[in-house]
Nanobody
Framework: VQLQASGRGLVQTGASLRLSCAAS????????MGWFRQAPGKEREFVAA????????QYGDSVKGRFTISRDNAKNTVYLQMNSLKPEDTAVYYC???????????????????WGQGTEVTVSS
């Protein structure tokens, strides 16, 4: 599976932005898909994940209520809708895929098998 993240942008505080993660090579219909981010000088942080074949989504505490993860099976693409953006959301965002991932492991980046190249989001104050 190859993952291509897109949607990078420079936006102001309070704005919205949608990131996309297009998968190729095989269908991700039954995969768990996740988004992580890494800000300069900081460790990678879990943002959101979902496995729609088993009916769950999960969000990091810092983005709950503002970000939404979704998927379009027809396009083999996962999205991250980001609303009410804050300067602390500034980071490189990565999408990841985990064929056998379960809910309890979704926040652990080591459990994902495939990673995209990252797309940069900058939120100005």
């Amino acid at each position: 599976v190859q993952l291509q993240a897109s949607g990078r942008g420079l936006v102001q505080t309070g704005a919205s932005l949608r990131l996309s993660c297009a998968a190729s090579g095989r269908s991700i219909r039954n995969y768990a898909m996740g988004w992580f981010r890494q800000a300069p000088g900081k460790e990678r942080e879990f943002v959101a994940a979902g496995r729609w074949s088993t009916g769950w989504t999960q969000y990091g505490d810092s983005v709950k209520g503002r970000f939404t993860i979704s998927r379009d099976n027809a396009k083999n693409t996962v999205y991250l809708q980001m609303n009410s953006l804050k300067p602390e959301d500034t980071a490189v965002y990565y999408c990841a895929a985990g064929p056998g991932l379960i809910f309890s492991s979704a926040t652990d980046g080591k459990q994902y098998d495939y990673w995209g190249q990252g797309t940069e989001v900058t939120v100005s104050s």
